[in-house]
């Protein structure tokens, strides 16, 4: 990608699809399959399932239109991370960086590539040792998409999330078509099932559950900075990126639902084989899978463009290394950034650390979701969107909640996580450029 030579910072070039690519990409991915069996099973009831749906989708638009005026008004790469120093300050906002670029987003790569393994499995015919060595490839392929130029990588993104989400509104339609959905299956719709689990435990981790799946529909605010047209295009990707999302999870629950009642749902992997056997016979395990896989690589392709732009983000700023904030001469990528974040990602994968990583730092990370929402008290210039200040206020208010939640259901990882975040501190000393002018990031217009 050809580099402006009177900045250092990359050129827009990545249109509406790309940004909703984003949008779409870790929101559908590995959970698509696993998370609506699981709360079915846990809820035990239709109805249940349908409202928790509702309010983790109600929440995710308020966010959307939260982070649609934050991009508008910082159309700058990094996300969250340039609005909490915006808002907050530098400290505040190095401890997000820290905790997002160094230690959750690798854990979430490698999470995701090592998830794939028993879909591969079901697809490719080669042996154990081959297979265990397919989430390095993984990693290894989508970061080199990305070193090689935006404009590729968004359209390598762009494709894969498109065909995603045909393949699930397909999914959809040959359950509907093919005589297999049976309303009847959803009945009694409101009545929770025999063997469900006590109705508050069900509830407290069906909104976690889906809040995780959801979850990811922010890191288009992270290439801001690349997207054309930033004042039009990330409003409509937000907003309608999100949609996409409630539509695809209520329609694929309720495909799913009335396929296989609740009371036939086992086990969330056996799921996947036993809903395949039903659309498509014995090669139903092997279609499903290939759809899983499809939709992994979706999310591995929108997390590895978005997540190096923090990274790149901090040394723009002086808070890190300054060989993070360069470009590549030719490809116009922040090329160090990119393999940073790859090589932390396979690092924490031959080290089998991903589960623990997420495990300790997701409550911190839905505090910081909450925190850059609460930037937009603290904008110079107020906001004067028809939905505020109601949405940030809900979606401050059910992040609190589901970090509560958190909490709650395991404290020690959670706790365990804010030691880890809090370690930014000492660190951002040894990080920072040490006579680095630190600009000051201003508002771009009044927003919409």
Known sequence: MPIDSNSSRPQRQLGLAAAIAVVTGESIA??????????????????????????????AMCG?????????RFPESGGEYVYLRAGYGEPVAFLYGWMSSIVMYPGVAAALAVGSVPYLAQVLPIGSAWLSAMPVVLLCLFGGINLLGTRLSGSIMSFV??????ILFALVGWAAVSGHAHLSNLMPFTVRRPGSEAIFPAIAGGVVSAFFSFGGWWEASKIAGEVRNPRRTLPLAFIGGVAVVTAVYLLISAAFLSVLPIERLTSNTAFVAQFGQVLFGSLGARILSICVLICVCGGMAALTMA????????????????AFAKLHPRWGTPANAILLQTGLSLAVLLLGAFDRVLSYIIFSAVLFLALAASTLFRVQTPVRGWWYPIAPILFIVISVMIALL????????????????????????LFATPHAATPHISEVTEGS
């Open 30 to 59: 590995l959970g698509i399959f696993l998370t609506p069996a699981a709360m079915a099973r846990s809820l035990g009831s239709p109805l249940l399932l349908l409202l928790v749906w509702l309010v983790i989708a109600l929440m």
């Open 64 to 72: 959307a239109l939260c982070y649609s005026e934050l991009a508008i």
């Open 161 to 166: 999330n498109i065909l995603k989400l045909v």
């Open 406 to 429: 958190i909490l709650m259901h395991d404290p020690w990882p959670a706790l365990a996580g804010v030691a880890i975040v809090l370690c930014g501190l000492p660190l951002r000393r």
């Open 307 to 322: 997540a190096p732009r923090v990274c790149y983000a901090m040394a723009q700023s002086g808070a890190f290394f300054p």
